[in-house]
C-alpha cells in the first residue's frame, strides 16, 4: 500500500519561508513524477509545482515562481518544497501527490493525473 506523508506545515508572517517535505512508501518512487498541490477554503485544489523523474525537470505555477523550489531525493523517496518569501494568499493545506509510471508526455498540472494523495499538512501565513 502507497503511503505518501507530508510534513512541515506551520504557521508563519509574511515574507517568512517553510521547507516541507513528502515521505513516500512508493517503491517506483524514483520513476515517478512528483508534485504539490493546495487547496485554500472554498477553493478548488491547485498545481503549485512538480518534479520529473526523467531529467530533473520541474514546473511551477505562475503565483509561485521565483518564491518556491521543488526537488527530490530518490536515496529517500522524499520530495520537499522549499516556500521562501511567503504570502498570505499562499495559505492552503499542501498536498504531495505521485504520478506513477507509465507517466509519459511531461509533467501533468492537473490532479486528475495523480494516482497517489498524502493527507496534507496546513500551512498558514499570517499578515
Known amino acids: 500500500q502507497v503511503h505518501l506523508v507530508e510534513s512541515g506545515g506551520g504557521l508563519v508572517q509574511t515574507g517568512g519561508s517553510l521547507r516541507l517535505s513528502c515521505a513516500a512508501s512508493?517503491?517506483?518512487?524514483?520513476?515517478?513524477?512528483m508534485a504539490w498541490f493546495r487547496q485554500a477554503p472554498g477553493k478548488e485544489r491547485e498545481f503549485v509545482a512538480a518534479?520529473?523523474?526523467?531529467?530533473?525537470?520541474?514546473n511551477y505555477a505562475d503565483a509561485v515562481k521565483g518564491r518556491f523550489t521543488i526537488s527530490r531525493d530518490n536515496d529517500k523517496n522524499t520530495v520537499y518544497l522549499q516556500m521562501n518569501t511567503l504570502k498570505p494568499e499562499d495559505t492552503a493545506v499542501y498536498y504531495c501527490?505521485?504520478?506513477?509510471?507509465?507517466?509519459?508526455?511531461?509533467?501533468?498540472?492537473?490532479?486528475?493525473?495523480?494516482?497517489?494523495w498524502g493527507q496534507g499538512t496546513q500551512v498558514t501565513v499570517a499578515s
Open positions: 518534479a520529473a523523474w526523467s531529467d530533473g525537470g520541474t
Open positions: 501527490a505521485a504520478e506513477p509510471p507509465p507517466n509519459y508526455y511531461g509533467l501533468k498540472l492537473s490532479a486528475f493525473e495523480y494516482d497517489y
Open positions: 512508493l517503491r517506483t518512487f524514483s520513476t515517478s513524477n
